[in-house]
């Protein structure tokens, strides 16, 4: 067994290649398969072991989206599908580092304007046909056929000066500038047309080169990068480049602070004072020296059971704090809410507070903006010592500049997974509500 790629190596020897495994039709619509006038065919008959004489050529069209490989004989073309286990690595090497090239390709043609960041971001996302994942490293180990690819391609002259294609080639390890080839063997380029002269077009509306591209906002296209494996027409201006250095530093201290709430979630927890002492409904409480007041927006240690069990804190809190993934948020370790009043019979007393719910705990979960919290209408009693620290929380319609504070603009109904407008009255309720008698 051999690579495929053989066929274009001149070492002076006459050879042959030949191939041979399980062959079926090609059908151009799917709904044409399986309509043949013999109904009592069996569902295998039409897989046949075929041994294929010579292989003239291998066609890989690097400009078309997920195009296939292409085999020709005398008498036929064949699409290569599946590898059998014994032939899947050679193949595998032949055929990963095309793919990238007709990714790479495909992607500067489509989005003149992405860049390597952009598209190597979507292609860690992507899966290939053996079920792995691709990295940087498949890329630079491609630059050869990518360079390749890219000179004898017939966009040559509009490749060159993308800005994807210029970054790849410069990646290059070649010493000397590669020229295009002007003579180069006939065993790469378009694949044999498989069109057919009539048919149904409601059906040829589906097919991919056919579909309209999805149009989207800048903002969408931000939400939707890495998620959706379709290449997006981006409609509108482009919002300003992110400053990657102030989103690493944004990374790093909003890490340490979360941190900073574990080991201070993990710690000792005792009321020292209250203020009003000869009240049973303190305006205010001081533990370990921090003073919290009816109106604070706190953080409280998560659990397994929602709402419940959230003073025992050590079910979801790490043991170690080297254990905390990087990428972890707040929102991952604790609940948000808002104190409405203490209440200190029975000793040792208790926080009434309402929830407040992350955006990344509804519907919209990692579309969400991390700094976007949702009012809902559940309300509890906490004890006091499982609260763990103050959160700034504005009720504006946009995001703070400072990455650790949250704002609130709407409702969320956990029930009907719903979003509504703030009513007024219903928060002055809230914030003018006095403790039960």
């Excluded at 952009?118 to 792995?132: N, S, Y």
């Excluded at 049973?280 to 409280?300: K, L, Q, W």
């Excluded at 929102?331 to 948000?336: H, T, V």
Aim: include cysteine; proline fraction near 7%.
């Amino acid at each position: 067994m051999v690579l495929l790629s053989s066929i274009e190596e001149d070492d002076g020897v006459d050879r042959q290649f030949e191939a041979e495994g399980i062959v079926s039709p090609y059908y151009q619509n799917d709904e044409d398969e399986g309509q043949e006038d013999d109904d009592d065919i069996e569902d295998n008959s039409e897989l046949k072991m075929v041994k294929l004489g010579a292989i003239l050529r291998y066609t890989f069209d690097y400009t078309e989206t997920d195009g296939k490989v292409y085999i020709e004989t005398q008498f036929a073309w064949y699409i290569l599908d599946a590898p059998v286990a014994e032939y899947e690595p050679l193949f595998q090497h032949f055929f990963k580092p095309r793919r990238i090239s007709q990714m790479i390709i495909t992607s500067a043609l489509k989005s003149p304007r992405i860049t390597y960041e952009e598209f190597l971001g979507r292609l860690i996302m992507k899966v290939d046909i053996f079920g792995a994942t691709y990295q940087e490293k498949h890329l630079l180990d491609a630059l050869s056929i990518i360079q390749d690819a890219v000179n004898e391609c017939e966009e040559y002259e509009k490749l060159k000066d993308l800005p994807l294609i210029r970054h790849v080639l410069r990646k290059s390890s070649s010493s000397q500038p590669r020229l295009r080839r002007k003579n180069a063997p006939n065993t790469r380029g378009k694949p044999p047309p498989i069109k057919a002269l009539m048919g149904n077009l409601d059906i040829a509306l589906l097919d991919r080169e056919n579909a309209v591209s999805t149009h989207v906002t800048p903002l969408i296209a931000s939400l939707a990068q890495g998620l959706v494996s379709e290449d997006l027409v981006v409609v509108g201006v482009r919002p300003p480049p992110d400053n990657k250095t102030s989103k690493e530093k944004q990374k790093l201290a909003a890490h340490q602070r979360l941190c900073e709430l574990i080991l201070k979630a993990k710690g000792e927890r005792k009321m020292v004072e209250r203020i009003g002492q000869d009240s049973r409904y303190p305006t205010a409480v001081v533990i370990n020296g921090e003073t919290f007041r009816n109106g604070d927006f706190v953080v409280i240690p998560r659990s397994h059971d929602n709402y419940k069990g959230y003073y025992k804190p050590s079910d979801l809190l790490p043991d170690n704090i080297e254990d905390v993934d990087p990428t972890s948020t707040i929102a991952d370790y604790f609940w948000f809410a808002q104190i409405v009043h203490c209440d200190m019979d029975p000793s040792p007393g208790h926080f009434h507070v309402q929830w407040l719910q992350h955006s990344t705990q509804t519907m919209l979960e990692e579309l969400g903006h991390p700094q976007e919290l949702f009012w809902n209408d559940i309300c509890e009693n906490v004890p006091l010592g499982a609260v763990i620290d103050k959160v700034k929380v504005h009720e504006i319609s946009e995001p703070p500049e400072n990455s650790d504070e949250y704002f609130v603009k709407f409702v969320y109904d956990i029930n009907q997974a719903t979003y509504t407008s703030i009513v007024p009255e219903r928060r002055e309720l809230v914030a003018f509500s006095l403790p039960p008698f």
